[in-house]
């Protein structure tokens, strides 16, 4: 990287030195603190860190924190690189992990999805990678029609490529104003949010699967070169070569990650032979998908925020007989509001032993009784844990799955498990 | 319908345009509280592209964003089915979106009205400011519905003409206008209470299956009173 200027300089270290206090003192990761006083300091601070890096901006509803995580082992191929893989997204995170890494010539960020075009225009990104978009925390996050079309805009007017998935048509149709890109079937489970065209709100037509197009103005599925087959675990690349998969991260939502980071790691010259083995070293990402063991209990945690989220969770859930938790709050960080429960279908869950709990556990008992899903209530992971063990002592395994706040409060409550 | 032997027909309007807030609970709690006196039911989904059917019983219409609206409204419109049904007297509930989308009039995104379905006298523009949060209303005790909690989240203001009523007065949040929440007209209510209202309040479930199909049993309290109880303690 060129030399900073003074100030720039000063702005860095001053943000580093409130990380390192933030970490010591056990309030956080100093992500976002570091980054907010060198802001202070240097407004173009953002633009000054990544001037000469060759930065990747990952931006998403679900699967960006995974698919950075995934994308920067890969680039580690090449050499240093600056991410944020505490998932700090916003302009201060990005900052304080440019500053943390001067020496990298490549940077891999993951950005919010309302910040995306403001951090394109701030870092000059060379590659974009956009992989799908559905309702989300909606009392304070922009609707997603809009943020498509601000991408739309953002692209337009710069020359990164993208890397995007073409089977989520509002994605596609942002990537589609980009003047280069590659084009990944990256896959959609849920189509909730995307029965209407981005273009002109006409029925989309959307079979066979994934192929999509719209009846009335005839935007369509772009001409995919990268492709994934979730049964057989492959990836299929613009030569036609297959590559299995074997993650150790589990489900067809991170197989998606995972072609989606392998054609961004091609973007950079990475064949897929190159970018694999380090991509399954994986096995967790900020507590995602960990498992703690406690009482005897092997406990998986799974994070998910929203409907789409849910939605690939139930399908990774263990064989029926292992029992489930199902966590919601509803704090700021979730969403205030609890509507989304009910755009998720929860009868997938007959059959299973179900405790809810969280905050808003009321609400999840209303839904499951509803769906006419027995449920238990419980106060803690712990608590469900004792009775079930007292009842089915044989009990060796259980699924978490909780959303945002929830599932901090069960990772703290077990150390902060990465 | 006025006996309960016959089968109840939910019509869910545009759920690939206006479906945006867990407008599907709605669908499931109506279906639920039907079903569980004995009253059988079905859920009919129309799509945008497709014609609404005018023999329905209970007309739901969900929340939207700006651009999804306006395309509803004029599908509706050259459509017809909705108004014809209400004229027959249905049931319709509308949230949101929904809600300003069958008044007179509603605003786009730069506040100029457009024509609505015209079956609730009401007509909407944009605010100022976006009401996000609990709300708690008093339903006009003519429908003994009692107190109702939900959640906001709008941009709208509505002004309600001489043929409809208030549904219920604010006791927290916005609503129309922060005094009065709702509309209702004949047996259409429209609300600003988006997503999952009837959940949340299983009263108001019950006042549009009396509305119906006459008088019907009580049900044994169970976790929509709790919800229900809980959401108020919470807001107020």
Known sequence: MSELPLRAQL??????????????????????????????????????????????????????????????????????IATNEHGANMPTGHITALANNP????????????????????????????????????????????????????????????????????????????????????????????????????????????HWECPECGLSRPYTTWSLDNATDTVTDPEGKTHRLQLRLPGDANRSNAVIALATAAAYGLRPEQALPRMREIESVAGRYTSIVTKGVEVRLLLAKNPAGWLESFAILDPPRVPVILSVNAQVADGRDTSWLWDVDYTVLRGRRVFVMGERRTDLALRLETDEVPFEIADSVDQALTRLKTEQPDITKVDVIANYTAFQQIRTAYGRVQ | M???????????????????????????????????????????????????????????????????????????????????????????????????????????????????????????????????????????????????????????????????????????????????????????????????ALPRNPALADLLLRWRVGEIPPLPPSWGERLHEERLAAAL
């Open chain 1, 11 to 80: 702005a860095a270290a001053l943000g580093r030195g409130a990380a390192s206090l933030s970490r010591a003192t056990g309030r956080g990761d100093g992500s976002v603190i570091g980054g907010r006083i060198a802001l202070k300091v240097e407004p173009n601070l953002l633009a000054e860190l990544a001037r000469g890096r060759r930065i990747a901006l990952i931006s998403a509803t679900n699967g960006k924190t995974t698919t950075t995580r995934l994308i920067a082992a890969a680039l580690r191929e090449i050499g240093e």
């Open chain 1, 103 to 210: 020496k990298a010539l490549i940077g891999v960020l993951e950005t919010d999805e309302k910040y995306l075009p403001q951090v394109l225009r701030e870092t000059n990104a060379v590659v974009v990678v956009l992989m799908n978009l559905s309702r989300d925390q909606m009392d304070r996050a922009s609707e997603i029609n809009l943020l498509a079309k601000k991408w739309r805009e953002a692209l337009a007017a710069s020359q990164a490529h993208v890397v995007a998935n073409a089977d989520d048509p509002l994605v596609a149709w942002a990537g589609l104003a980009a003047p280069h890109a590659t084009w990944v079937a990256a896959g959609q489970r849920w189509k909730e949010d995307s029965w209407c065209c981005p273009e002109c709100g006409g029925h989309l037509k959307r079979d066979p699967d994934p």
């Open chain 2, 2 to 196: 006025s006996d309960t032997s016959s089968t109840l027909r939910i019509v869910w309007i545009y759920p690939d345009l206006l479906s945006t807030y867990g407008d599907r609970g709605n669908v499931l709690i109506l279906r639920r509280r039907a079903e569980l006196r004995g009253i059988p039911t079905e859920v009919v989904r129309v799509h945008s592209s497709d014609p609404v059917p005018e023999e329905g019983d209970v007309y739901l219409l969900g929340g939207g964003e700006d651009r999804p609206q306006i395309l509803a409204a004029q599908r509706l419109r050259a459509d017809g089915g909705l108004k014809r049904a209400a004229e027959r007297g249905a049931v319709v509930f509308a949230v949101c979106a929904g809600y300003q989308i069958i008044g007179e009039t509603y605003g786009d995104d730069q506040n100029n009205p457009l024509p609505g379905v015209g079956i609730l006298d009401v007509r909407s523009g944009r605010g100022d400011t976006r009401a996000v949060g609990e709300i708690v209303a008093d339903v006009d005790p003519a429908l003994g519905v009692g107190r109702i909690t939900g959640f906001e989240n709008h941009q709208g203001r509505t002004a309600i003409g001489p043929a409809a009523r208030p549904l219920s007065t604010t006791v927290r949040g916005v609503g129309n206008d922060g005094t009065t929440e709702g509309a209702y007209q004949g047996t259409v209510i429209g609300t600003y209470l988006h997503g999952p």
